[in-house]
Each structure stands twice: as structure tokens, then as C-alpha cells.
């Protein structure tokens, strides 16, 4: 079973994870500790001293940005939560989510969770994120009744007919229950205010409710893409199971995953006007969301709980890695999907561009194909405005390449186009919030696939521009001179690995 211990142990093998031994307070301090380290490209955090019951964890789904080599990969810390490796590539952990979305089989049903301290809500010692003065919930995953969730449209009756809670001989059953992302934050000494996926927050008063914190990351990512886009996926729990092995336990709300660090039952209660407090996860873009009120019955935690938290409000934070991932995993197997072959090499949306640009480089089948690609990755995602459209050979681990790529292959008067001002705004971005239309903008960054050879300029790279007696010499020097540390620091590398490195374009 991969849980979130097992993932902390693999960052540590990495050297991807630091411990700060100094008292750093959940309520004003913890957040910022790790908003902090995620602004600095540094590795996932670990606050054991933090006032509460709980060891918080921040940055352990996040990474540095794609503006300068580093010694770790945006993706390599999900690659490494996922089990695909620290190291691995961007592809495997793009196929690996692909893959999953088909589901697989049913979680273990175990007797009861590895939380069974009770434990005192308040004294977790969850932190304060967003601008928030109350503790926050980021990184959870709810579990409701599958049969009190509603399809909307108000039918109050509908609603009342509904059950409260999962029949006692169901409730390890995956189809019995609906598992999905949450924030919240906690009011008074067991009060929650809950952001869910709209249909979850149309279940009826009385409802009974699991919050599960430190969930199996496998689990995570289940939730997250279960709610993304288009519905013909697999439940979150056969997503999860695909991804890794869980166990599940039974709890009144349905099976919760059996390896989460902290439990939370609770029952919903009559909804207040406000939604809970601090910052919108970046998962809220990119679905309704709607707002639910519950009072806590029972906590229950494993001993010495961890609990990863993202410090949303932050660029580089894990919320927005999660997202980055799990859409560009969707967005490349519909592509791929879509015209019967498989055109797109990679596609990303950066979380460095605050998920509001999409970058796919792509084989052009045919000329205006790109016009075509462009419209069809609007239809399918709300969350950007803006579409790049990139040669297969432009590396995914180099975001400097592929924006290089925009100024030397598309001219703004040509490849830069531009819809009618009428599309509706994108999610993601911070402009346009009055919900005023607007245009979308794709740029046509890829060599036009009707000209010939001789007239596309060659890429510069280390080894074709020089003899080898010099590219004998700068090796031998970049060794002497101490700037050998690691091969992504080695000129004879290129940004895919290949054994090159990359320049501009001929005459850029």
C-alpha cells in the first residue's frame, strides 16, 4: 500500500524533503514556511513543531519551475507519488494518469482505518493558509453517499427521499460512495465549511460525511481527475486502485481509504451564506463548486499524523501542480483520442503560466491543423485562454525552449490569431473576473509543414557547431573547473536527454 509515509520516504531517498527543526506555528507561521520554499524552487518541507497533534508536510506534490535548469523536475515529486519514480520522465507520468482514468479494479476492503486515535478537532494543528485566521483544509478528500448525491435542479422531495447515510453491508463498497476533492476551513471547536464539486453540495441536511487528510496520494489524484471535464471516467476509488493498491474502510459515509492519517466524520447541516475561509483551491477553477456546513461527530488519527498541506495562494504550490498534471493528463489523452491517431508528443499547462496558457507540441497532419487543435483544446478545457502550438522535438522539461520557440518561429502578424471577442472568460487566469467574454489567442509556434527542408533554419547544439577537438577541450575544462555535478549541468546534454545540447535556432 502507497501512502502518504511511503511518498515522504521516497522525497527523503531523493534528498527532495527538508525537516525544520525550529517551532514553526500552525496558525501564522507554517504557511509561509512553506509558501516560502515553494518560491524558492526548494524541496517539499517538513514542520513536526508545529503546535498541534499533527507533522505538516508542504510541497510534498509541488516542484521548481521550468525557468532555469535545476537538479529536480517540476513533475518529479508526483512522479515519485504515483510510483513511477523521482525520476521519472514527464511522459511516463502523463501515461500513467492517462492510463488510469480507465479505472481498475475494486480497492481491499479492510475492517476498520489505520486512524484510530480519537483526537480533538482543534488540536491537529492544521495550518492557517490563504490569509485565513482559522485552521484550513487543502489537500482533502471527502466521501459522501453515492445515493444522497443529487443530479440538481431543486426537487426538494427528491432530496428528502434521499438516505443519510451508506447501509452498514455496503459502506466498502466503491459504487456506495463519492469521493472528492475538498477545502475547508474549521469554525469553533467542530464546525466545517466545505468547498465541493456542485453535485455533492446539492445532498440533503442530515447527511452523513468522512473527510479523509494525508490520504494515499493515489487517492488524491482519483478525486481530482473524477471531477475534471468530461464524466465517462472511472469512479475516484477504481482510479486510485489503478494507480496504486488501497485499502478501503468502512465508515457511515462509505468506504473512506483505509491508510488516511486523519479521519473526520461528520453529519451536514443546514448551509450559511459564507464559503469557507482563505484562498480557492486551484481545483475550484476548474469546476462549480458549492458550499457545505457540517458539524464534526468523531476524529480519529493515526499515531503522530502527517498531514500535507498545499499553501495555496502561492505560484508553485501543490494544488497547482495537481491541477497542471491531472488536466494536461486529461487534455493529452483526449487529443490523442480524437482523430483516430496519436498527434500530440506532450501537453502541459504550466503552473509557472498560472495554468492560463496550454502548450502542446504536436505532429501537424495537415495544413490549418493546428487552427483545428487549437479550437479543439478550448472545447475541452474552460481553465486556459491561450493555446501554443509546438514542434514535436521542443522538450517538456524546458519551458525557456518551447516561449524561445514563440519568438523565432511565429510571427505575431501571421501565427499569432486571435477568436472573436466572444468566448467565455477562462477560469484560470486573474483577468477578466466580471465575466465579461472575450478572445482566445493561439500561436502557431511549429515550422508550417509545407515547407521544404533547406528553407528551416537548423537548431544550434554543442555537438554540430563545434569540432570535436574543442568539444574535447570544453569537457575536459567543465570537469576542472568543478562544474561537473550532475548531468544536468553537463553541455553534451541536451533539454531531452539526448545527448545534445540545445541553442537557439540557426541565426536567433
Known amino acids: 500500500m502507497t501512502d502518504v509515509r511511503t ?19 500552525w496558525a501564522d507561521t507554517a504557511a509561509a514556511v512553506a ?54 520522465s514527464y511522459l511516463d507520468v502523463l501515461d500513467a494518469l492517462v492510463a488510469a482514468r480507465r479505472g481498475g479494479t475494486d480497492p481491499d476492503p479492510v475492517a476498520e482505518p489505520a486512524a484510530t486515535e480519537d483526537a480533538d478537532l482543534r488540536s491537529l494543528g492544521l495550518p492557517a493558509v490563504g490569509g485565513a485566521d482559522v485552521p484550513t483544509i487543502t489537500l482533502g478528500v471527502a466521501a459522501v453517499p453515492a445515493a444522497a448525491v443529487g443530479r440538481g435542479g431543486g426537487d426538494a422531495a427528491a432530496t428528502n427521499d434521499r438516505p443519510a447515510a451508506v447501509p452498514e453491508g455496503s459502506r466498502t463498497d466503491p459504487d456506495a460512495v463519492r469521493w472528492v476533492p475538498v477545502r475547508g476551513s474549521i469554525h469553533g471547536s467542530d464546525g466545517l465549511r466545505l468547498s465541493v464539486p456542485t453535485p455533492v453540495g446539492d445532498v440533503p441536511d442530515g447527511t452523513r460525511l468522512t473527510v479523509a487528510l494525508g490520504a494515499p496520494p493515489a487517492v488524491l489524484f482519483g478525486a481530482t481527475m473524477r471531477w475534471l471535464g468530461e464524466s465517462h471516467v472511472a469512479s475516484a476509488p477504481r482510479i486510485a486502485r489503478s494507480l496504486a493498491p488501497i485499502g478501503v474502510a468502512p465508515t457511515p459515509a462509505g468506504a473512506v481509504p483505509a491508510a488516511s492519517e486523519v479521519v473526520i466524520g461528520a453529519t451536514v447541516g443546514p448551509e450559511t451564506p459564507a464559503g469557507p475561509s482563505g484562498a480557492p483551491a486551484p481545483w475550484e477553477s476548474a469546476v462549480t463548486t458549492a458550499t457545505l456546513d457540517a458539524r464534526v461527530e468523531d476524529v480519529r488519527t493515526r499515531t503522530e499524523p502527517i498531514v500535507p498541506f498545499s499553501p495555496t495562494g502561492t505560484p508553485m504550490s501543490d494544488g497547482r501542480h495537481l491541477l497542471s498534471v491531472t488536466e494536461s493528463a486529461r487534455l493529452y489523452g483526449r487529443v490523442n483520442n480524437y482523430w483516430g491517431v496519436a498527434p500530440a508528443e506532450w501537453l502541459a499547462l504550466p503552473a509557472e503560466a498560472g495554468l492560463g496558457i496550454c502548450l502542446v507540441a504536436s505532429d501537424v497532419l495537415y495544413a490549418g491543423f493546428e487552427w483545428q487543435l487549437a479550437n479543439t483544446l478550448f472545447s475541452f478545457s474552460r481553465l486556459f485562454d491561450k493555446v501554443v502550438v509546438l514542434d514535436t522535438e521542443t522538450p517538456p522539461m524546458d519551458l525557456g525552449r518551447a516561449f524561445d520557440d514563440v519568438w523565432v518561429k511565429a510571427h505575431p502578424a501571421n501565427d499569432w490569431e486571435f477568436s472573436d471577442p466572444e468566448a467565455p472568460a477562462a477560469r484560470a487566469p486573474q483577468y477578466r473576473r466580471d465575466g465579461a467574454t472575450g478572445a482566445n489567442m493561439y500561436v502557431d509556434a511549429a515550422w508550417d509543414p509545407r515547407w521544404d527542408e533547406e528553407y528551416i533554419a537548423p537548431r544550434v547544439t554543442f555537438e554540430a557547431t563545434y569540432p570535436e577537438e574543442i568539444r574535447a577541450a570544453v569537457r575536459a575544462d567543465w570537469t576542472d573547473l568543478g562544474f561537473d555535478n550532475g548531468p544536468e549541468h553537463d553541455p553534451t546534454r541536451g533539454g531531452d536527454g539526448s545527448g545534445t545540447a540545445d541553442g537557439a535556432d540557426g541565426g536567433a
Not at 7 to 25: K, M, N, P, S
Not at 49 to 77: H, I, K, N, Q, Y
Open 7 to 25: 511518498h515522504l520516504d521516497r522525497l527523503d531517498a531523493a534528498d527532495d524533503i527538508a525537516t525544520v527543526g525550529e517551532r514553526v506555528h
Open 35 to 88: 509558501g516560502e520554499a515553494a518560491r524558492a524552487n526548494g524541496p517539499a518541507v517538513r514542520l513536526p513543531d508545529t503546535g498541534g497533534r499533527a507533522t505538516l508536510v508542504g510541497g510534498a506534490f509541488g516542484g521548481p519551475d521550468r525557468l532555469a535548469v535545476r537538479s529536480r523536475e517540476p513533475w518529479a515529486r508526483v512522479g515519485a507519488a504515483l510510483g513511477a519514480g523521482h525520476d521519472a
